[in-house]
């Protein structure tokens, strides 16, 4: 009997379990107090900040639910670009809180999104592939297989991802040569992603928008997976490959530890090396490949890099190399292993940003920075953050180009001068988190020597799921912000 008694329970046990529902993504009550770190008295609210406008801060107000938020994120990644407004403000101290609660509604919300993912993890030797069919609305007829896999064992903190661009000989061979190389540079512990060129021809290149949809789904996959650390992220390539990653490394630099492209060499207009400040940049080509210019292109790359280091010491990391004797193939097993010693900052105190397009496409924002009006949909614009303390000084400038060096046979634009002029319009979000100012005082904002802002940004939801958004980034989740108006 006794034994029939026991058999019982473990099957109401066992059913009772089979029954169970998962745990919800729960925001805390209402009604829940707020307290200092170990001091157990109540938190109030400092009293408004000053505005240039003399608007007043919200109200604390009610936590939206939770439902809320992923329908919101659900939204986004069908493509609207709105931002999220429910309001609710919280104490400095529970900023990792919401930004992890954040983080597991944007996986609930990307879980539920109709898409084709990307393939289970093997080890890259096994060759294993997937393929992504992009969209016809950016390029016809385009199916991008990739091979995905690893190298050596996992990291603690994930794998270093490395993304390699193949150049522009048959689609299929260069692909098949790509796995082959990948797997002999010394990089391991990595993952990585070699995708094939979808369509030849005129859509033989890297950069244009269905491979940027491609390339800012992989990263949003990739941080979802848990499987790679967001901080090591690196994009190389060779020939057209090496164009590619050129310009993929400027325009994509925010989220990028490194980039390494080879036996390449764009104009700089093509691909502003202002925009590498916050990470490392290699690029190596042979002193006697002249095809395109790509020697004399790589050497005014060096002059840029070299210039923009001697003002700024302590970033633009870079190795341009024009390789003695070499031609177009050169020695391709230097990049990834120097490329690996460097980690990505997420939150530089220093960036430069120069806005520009890119088969007719910008970014919405760079790290901290997110644009809600671009003051010149027609030209490009540069900006410039400076954080001291507290203070944040801000510079945006309406960028204008003066071709100084052309090319007599193809009229490539060689070489240029920049004209700057301040912005007199346009509006932009100033996200910021305790990584980058210290948010229990006072912040003082200057926008082209204007002082814009003083005051405590208190940190609030919206921020957080606005960026987490933006951005899809496990590392750029900001809890607070100020937005900024330009005028005259």
């Known amino acids: 009997m006794k034994f029939v008694k026991l058999v019982c329970l473990l099957l ?56 809320e938020i992923v329908s919101f994120f659900s ?19 529970e900023t990792d809180r919401y930004r992890s609660i954040v983080w597991e509604a944007w996986k609930e919300a990307n879980a539920h999104f109709d898409e084709e993912r990307l393939i ?14 992009l969209p016809t609305s950016l390029e016809p007829d385009a199916v991008m ?11 603690e903190k994930g794998y270093p991802l490395y993304l390699y661009m193949h150049g522009s000989g048959g689609k299929e061979s260069e692909w098949a040569t790509g796995l082959s190389i990948c797997q002999r540079f010394a990089d391991a512990p990595s993952v990585y992603f070699i995708p094939q060129i979808p369509n030849e021809g005129a859509y033989y290149r890297w950069w244009q928008k269905a491979k940027q949809y491609a390339w800012e789904k992989l990263l949003r996959q990739a941080f979802l ?45 093509n691909a502003p090396a202002e925009n590498c400040r916050n990470m490392a940049f290699s690029l190596r080509t042979g002193d006697n490949d002249r095809m395109f210019y790509r020697n004399t292109l790589t050497s005014y790359v060096k002059e840029e890099f070299e210039r923009l280091q001697r003002q700024n010491p302590e970033t633009y990391i ?39 397009e890119m088969d007719g496409l910008h970014r919405r924002g760079f790290y901290n920075l997110y644009v809600k009006e671009r003051p010149d949909e027609n030209a490009r614009t540069f900006y410039e953050m400076n954080i001291s303390g507290n203070d ?31 912005s007199k319009k346009g509006k932009l979000i100033l996200y910021l988190c305790p990584e980058l100012v210290d948010l229990s005082r006072k912040v003082t904002v ?22 987490c958004a933006a951005f899809c980034d496990p590392r750029r989740l900001y809890p607070a912000a100020v937005e900024v108006t330009l005028s005259e």
């Not at 066992?14 to 307290?35: F, G, I, Q, V």
């Not at 986004?76 to 407004?85: A, D, I, K, V």
């Not at 590619?244 to 104009?267: H, I, N, T, V, W």
């Open 318 to 356: 870079h190795r341009v190399e024009l390789i003695p004797g070499a031609g177009h193939s050169i020695d391709y097993t230097p990049t990834t292993p120097w490329l690996s010693r460097y980690t990505r900052n997420p939150y530089p105190k220093q960036v430069s940003w120069e806005d520009f």
């Open 446 to 467: 200057s926008v082209n020597g204007r002082k814009v802002y003083t005051g405590k940004v208190r940190p609030e939801l919206k921020h957080i799921v606005n960026s």
């Open 120 to 133: 289970g993890l093997t080890p890259l030797s096994a060759a294993r592939t997937g393929k992504w069919h």
């Open 75 to 93: 939204g986004s990644l069908s493509g609207q670009h709105t931002l999220f407004e429910k309001q609710k403000i919280f104490d400095i101290s």
């Open 225 to 269: 997976s848990g499987e790679v650390d967001p901080d090591r992220v690196y994009f190389f390539g060779i020939s057209e490959g090496g164009y590619g990653s050129q310009r993929l490394a400027s325009f994509y630099a925010d989220y990028l530890a490194g980039a390494g492209p080879m036996a390449g060499g764009e104009p700089l207009k």
């Open 12 to 67: 109401v046990v066992a059913c009772s379990h089979c029954t169970a529902k998962e745990p919800e993504l729960k925001l805390p009550d209402t009604k829940e107090r707020k307290h200092d770190e170990g001091a157990g008295k109540e938190i109030r609210q400092d009293e408004n900040p000053e505005r240039e406008d003399g608007g007043k801060e919200p109200d604390a107000g009610k936590y939206p639910q939770m439902e």
């Open 392 to 422: 944040i000084d801000l510079k945006v400038s309406d960028v204008a180009y003066e071709t100084i060096e052309r090319d007599p046979r193809w009229g490539i634009e060689m070489k240029f001068r920049k004209n700057y002029t301040p």
């Open 145 to 155: 297989p990739y091979y995905w896999g690893t190298k050596g064992e996992k990291p």
